[in-house]
């Protein structure tokens, strides 16, 4: 029988979770869902993975969890196709995820760098997907780097990417919107957004390459009137915009600024994929207001989270 999520009130069990990538990414990978099969409402949820390239002791690790593998194929064609890795899959196949698995009620796509804290970011995901054709979380938070002195620098990246798919005046007109991000979202079997996404995806691809599944989604949404459910930073948090901080009473990380919300799942975004530690700000306790030196990334439960500080870490 379906499990009833008790804050909620939504039913939970025809979901699925997915995830994708190639050997290069599976140690992040087993990270994820690690973090997924440790916490009791994860124990049981069907998990999905695409399999761009993994090695077969890395398929064998994820099927003891419980996943389903599956290789996808190129499900568009486009100029640039013969330059792109077999990871790049990962991103053209999301449109499709329930051809390559089906009979699910709601699909949850979670990118392989992104790892589970708290199960309240999955609930959500799953909600906003009933309310909205597809649940996403925007990049903004008022703790983000691009709130304050970066936006230079994530105007013009974004920017560029934009420009590269649909033009100098979509690109003018989007820039100045919160990003989609598409590492993290959820969309009920039978929703438009699969065919709406699908659809500017494929029109994108035919001139560029250059993160073009979210860009294609921000389109969508922006443009071409796709209704997304706008979920709270904290059920995607894009570490590279903003370091979390470390609440020494729960135990978890929080956000970085008042009133310090936990964190449903951290994102790792760019360079913090290799980044060994950080300096963390430290949460209540007789550490408030101190930092040290600490891994974003996923650890088991019971297991220590210092490690020693390095000379490349990203000082907070």
């Not at 002791?57 to 890795?85: H, I, K, M, N, Y």
């Not at 449109?95 to 790892?115: E, K, M, Q, R």
């Not at 039978?190 to 029109?203: M, N």
């Not at 600024?257 to 449903?264: E, I, K, N």
């Amino acid at each position: 029988m379906p499990a009833r999520n008790s804050q909620y009130g939504v039913m939970t069990g025809d979901c699925i979770v997915i995830t994708g990538g190639d050997a290069a990414y599976f140690e992040l990978m087993r990270g994820c869902v690690a973090s997924i099969r440790d916490k009791p409402e994860g124990r049981s949820v069907p998990l999905g993975v695409l399999d761009c390239g993994l090695a077969p002791e890395q398929r064998d690790w994820l099927a003891a969890q419980g996943a389903t593998l599956v290789q996808p194929r190129w499900d568009f064609e486009f100029p640039g196709r013969a330059d792109c890795s077999e990871a790049f899959k990962a991103l053209t196949a999301r449109p499709w995820l329930p051809d390559y698995f089906p009979g699910h009620g709601t699909y949850i796509w979670i990118d392989a760098d992104c790892w589970v804290q708290q199960w309240f970011a999955i609930d959500l995901f799953v909600r906003g997907a009933q309310r909205r054709a597809i649940a996403v979380a925007p990049e903004i938070h008022r703790a983000f780097r691009h709130y304050r002195h970066a936006w230079p620098e994530f105007s013009a990246v974004n920017g560029a990417a934009f420009r590269e798919a649909f033009g100098e005046a979509i690109a003018e007109r989007l820039v100045r919107y919160p990003l989609v991000n598409a590492g993290v979202f959820a969309i009920r079997a039978g929703s438009p957004a699969w065919s709406a996404w699908a659809a500017v995806l494929g029109e994108a691809l035919q001139r560029s390459t250059n993160m073009t599944d979210q860009i294609a989604l921000n389109v969508a949404i922006y443009d071409r009137g796709l209704e997304a459910e706008a979920l709270p930073s904290t059920c995607n948090w894009l570490v590279h915009h903003a370091l979390p901080a470390w609440d020494v009473t729960r135990d978890l990380f929080v956000e970085p600024s008042l009133p310090h919300d936990p964190l449903g799942i951290l994102h790792l975004t760019i360079y913090t994929k290799t980044v060994p530690s950080f300096d963390i700000e430290q949460i209540g306790g007789a550490a408030d207001g101190t930092t040290r030196p600490m891994t974003v990334r996923y650890v088991p439960p019971g297991e220590a989270r210092t490690r020693p500080p390095t000379p490349n870490a990203f000082r907070h």
